[in-house]
């Protein structure tokens, strides 16, 4: 099935922000580089915020599709499921044109928490965290909730390293920091 204006919209409008930044792309940019014109994006969007609103929540969606499939698709316990979470990273910042976490980005340009647009960047964080809450319950985790908060919180590193280019191996890094707080909290069966 072709897919809709708008949703093909919102799929290059995503390339466009997650290269230039949100306050850095004006409608006329927008325009010029997905070929949709302006009448066409406000018929679905009354606003820019509307639209980069629409973009996270489809980056959300696909990212953690994507992340979480990665995880499902390795035969692993749930504890080394945990640490191949940095493999997964890895796979990621080795991708053509990896620039960062839109999340990080949108958190950064729109730091009003009340903002949509930092509520959603939230959201998806709570979202990951929930996963990883869950794969460490049935790891069988002494704290399930502190080590997914830890893990959530090298992973966020890792991609801060990995965007910045100040680290030569980020996920790797933040990898073998998860595997000593993964052994202080999971038991050995």
């Given amino acids: 099935m072709r897919p ?4 093909e919209l919102v799929r290059k409008s995503l390339a466009v922000f997650y290269r230039d930044g949100f306050h ?20 679905h969007f009354r606003t820019k915020d509307d639209l980069i609103l629409a ?3 489809y980056r959300d969606e696909t990212f953690r599709n994507w992340f979480l499939r990665r995880l499902d698709e390795r035969d692993l316990s749930p504890k080394q499921k945990l640490l191949a979470v940095f493999d997964i990273l890895k ?4 991708e053509p044109g990896f620039q960062g976490c839109m999340f990080i980005k ?13 509520a959603q960047s939230t959201e998806h964080k ?15 985790a002494r704290e399930a909730d502190l080590l997914a908060r830890q893990i959530l919180l090298l992973k966020e ?8 280019g ?10 073998n920091a998860a595997a000593v707080l993964i052994d202080a909290h999971i038991p050995e069966n």
């Fill in 4 to 7: 809709s204006k708008r949703d």
């Fill in 55 to 57: 973009v996270l929540r």
């Fill in 126 to 140: 709570r979202l990951l965290l929930s996963a990883l809450r869950s794969l460490a319950e049935k790891a069988g």
């Fill in 106 to 118: 949108a958190s950064a340009e729109f730091q009003d928490p009340v903002h949509p647009a930092y």
């Fill in 91 to 94: 796979e990621w910042f080795e």
């Fill in 24 to 43: 850095a792309t004006g409608m006329d940019t927008l325009v010029a580089e997905t070929g949709i014109s302006k009448t066409t994006m406000f018929k």
């Fill in 157 to 164: 590193g890792a991609i801060v390293g990995a965007q910045m």
């Fill in 166 to 175: 100040f680290d030569p191996d980020p996920s790797g890094a933040a990898k």
